[in-house]
């Protein structure tokens, strides 16, 4: 297979984690006989830098033309500490988001063995957690319109939802389901909003098209804490967009870091794969930020396409990464690997993992190239 990928790296750390999916795509292209051509562009910070927007219409355009996207972070202080900055960062990924149309984000929650002492959760509650967020990406009180009275004492934010958008995400929520433990929870607010009793209507109607799946409801409120104490009840976490944001970070703690938390977005055509860790600009060049959620996302991005052996061949290089203890220091306080080394650990046991040695903590990597 041949794909042409737009590569948006961002801002922050983002550069240094896209650079490690890369290279794990480099050595699934090798291994697997398929070709990978990566085009760079501008989002974010960097894009405002460079251009003075936060997308620029040549990214787009890129964007608009390529088979796929990986994205990598954006952001930055100087914009996190000015609120009433009317050109931002994250504008440009909201506009593409729109843009392209990609209406679904869809994050996986797994608890691995070898990291839950790195959880706040007890082991004994996380043991066999494994659910996915199909979070609505397009609409919701993130594109609603937005008001300010001129003095500054007033602000309003409109949620809005039609029903297209609803059954849209729902089917791909319950079509997942099947392929799983064939449950979906929908998480709403129904006792309160009106968006939120829509929502549980739609659901309902679209639920009667695969009697397979059982549909469940949780509000918000009560998602919020059954997602700490018991998330191994989850199968499909299907939520608008301002809860499944809150939701599937809050998730991340499963985990055991935020910096394995991968992500897709998907559009009726396009569709953009990204780790949802932020740009994080206090470790932006300190060989330090976690890539391990980016080359997950490169897992989601084959899997995307049909690729369902060199997905898989991506997740095993990293559940090795994790039980070899070749990790960042958010995963091991003491970790001698850096984002780099975690990577190339990756790579190389994708290409050939028998071509690694492993003494205790010490990893050597052996003769495979890297590009």
Same mark, same amino acid.
């Given at each position: 297979?041949?794909?042409?990928?737009?590569?948006? !790296?961002?801002?922050?750390?983002?550069?240094?984690?896209?650079?490690?999916?890369?290279?794990?795509?480099?050595?699934?292209?090798?291994?697997?006989?398929?070709?990978?051509?990566?085009?760079?562009?501008?989002?974010?910070?960097?894009?405002?830098?460079?251009?003075?927007? $936060?997308?620029?219409?040549?990214?787009?355009?890129? @964007?608009?033309?390529?088979?796929?996207?990986?994205?990598?972070?954006?952001?930055?202080?100087?914009?996190?500490?000015? $609120?009433?900055?009317?050109?931002?960062?994250?504008?440009?990924?909201?506009?593409?988001?729109?843009?392209?149309?990609?209406?679904?984000?869809?994050?996986?929650?797994?608890?691995?063995?070898?990291?839950?002492?790195?959880? $706040?959760?007890?082991?004994?509650?996380?043991?066999?957690?494994? *659910?996915?967020?199909?979070?609505?990406?397009?609409?919701?009180?993130? *594109?609603?319109?937005?008001?300010?009275?001129?003095?500054?004492?007033?602000?309003?934010?409109? @949620?809005?939802?039609?029903?297209?958008?609803?059954?849209?995400?729902?089917?791909?929520?319950?079509?997942?389901?099947?392929?799983?433990?064939?449950?979906?929870?929908?998480?709403?607010?129904?006792?309160?909003?009106?968006? !939120?009793?829509?929502?549980?209507?739609?659901?309902?109607?679209?639920?009667?098209?695969?009697?397979?799946?059982?549909?469940?409801?949780?509000?918000?409120?009560?998602?919020?804490?059954?997602?700490?104490?018991?998330?191994?009840?989850?199968?499909?976490?299907?939520?608008?967009?301002?809860?499944?944001?809150?939701?599937?970070?809050?998730?991340?703690?499963?985990?055991?870091?935020?910096?394995?938390?991968?992500?897709?977005?998907?559009?009726?055509?396009?569709?953009?794969?990204? $780790?949802?860790?932020? @740009?994080?600009?206090?470790?932006?060049?300190?060989?330090?930020?976690?890539?391990?959620?980016?080359?997950?996302?490169?897992?989601?991005?084959?899997?995307?396409?049909?690729?369902?052996?060199?997905?898989?061949?991506?997740?095993?290089?990293?559940?090795?990464?994790?039980? !070899?203890?070749?990790?960042?220091?958010?995963?091991?306080?003491? !970790?001698?690997?850096?984002?780099?080394?975690?990577?190339? *650990?990756?790579?190389?046991?994708?290409?050939?993992?028998?071509?690694?040695?492993?003494?205790?903590?010490?990893?050597?990597?052996?003769?495979?190239?890297?590009?």
């Amino acid at each position: 297979m041949n794909l042409k990928i737009a590569v948006l !790296s961002g801002d922050g750390i983002g550069p240094e984690v896209t650079l490690q999916a890369k290279k794990a795509l480099h050595a699934i292209g090798v291994v697997y006989n398929h070709e990978f051509v990566f085009e760079d562009a501008y989002i974010g910070a960097i894009a405002i830098e460079k251009t003075g927007k $936060p997308l620029p219409e040549q990214t787009l355009n890129l @964007c608009r033309n390529t088979d796929s996207i990986l994205f990598g972070a954006i952001g930055d202080s100087k914009y996190d500490n000015d $609120p009433s900055a009317k050109i931002r960062p994250e504008q440009g990924l909201l506009k593409l988001r729109k843009e392209l149309g990609l209406f679904a984000n869809i994050r996986p929650i797994k608890a691995y063995p070898k990291l839950m002492n790195s959880s $706040p959760i007890k082991k004994e509650v996380l043991q066999g957690t494994d *659910f996915v967020v199909y979070r609505e990406l397009n609409g919701g009180m993130y *594109f609603g319109e937005k008001h300010t009275n001129e003095e500054g004492t007033y602000a309003s934010d409109l @949620c809005e939802y039609n029903e297209e958008e609803i059954v849209k995400i729902s089917h791909l929520a319950f079509k997942a389901a099947q392929n799983r433990r064939k449950k979906v929870t929908l998480v709403d607010k129904a006792n309160v909003l009106e968006t !939120s009793r829509l929502w549980r209507r739609v659901v309902t109607e679209v639920a009667k098209e695969y009697p397979d799946v059982t549909l469940e409801f949780l509000y918000i409120d009560n998602a919020s804490m059954q997602i700490i104490v018991n998330p191994r009840q989850f199968d499909i976490l299907l939520t608008d967009n301002l809860f499944g944001d809150i939701l599937s970070d809050e998730a991340s703690v499963i985990s055991g870091s935020i910096g394995l938390m991968s992500s897709a977005s998907i559009g009726e055509k396009y569709s953009l794969f990204e $780790p949802i860790h932020g @740009c994080y600009t206090e470790a932006r060049g300190k060989n330090i930020a976690n890539p391990i959620a980016s080359i997950l996302s490169v897992a989601l991005l084959l899997e995307h396409f049909g690729l369902v052996t060199e997905s898989k061949k991506v997740i095993a290089a990293v559940e090795k990464a994790i039980v !070899s203890n070749v990790v960042t220091v958010d995963l091991k306080v003491d !970790s001698q690997f850096g984002t780099n080394e975690v990577g190339d *650990f990756i790579s190389n046991y994708i290409l050939n993992e028998g071509d690694l040695y492993f003494k205790k903590d010490f990893v050597q990597l052996g003769q495979s190239t890297i590009v």
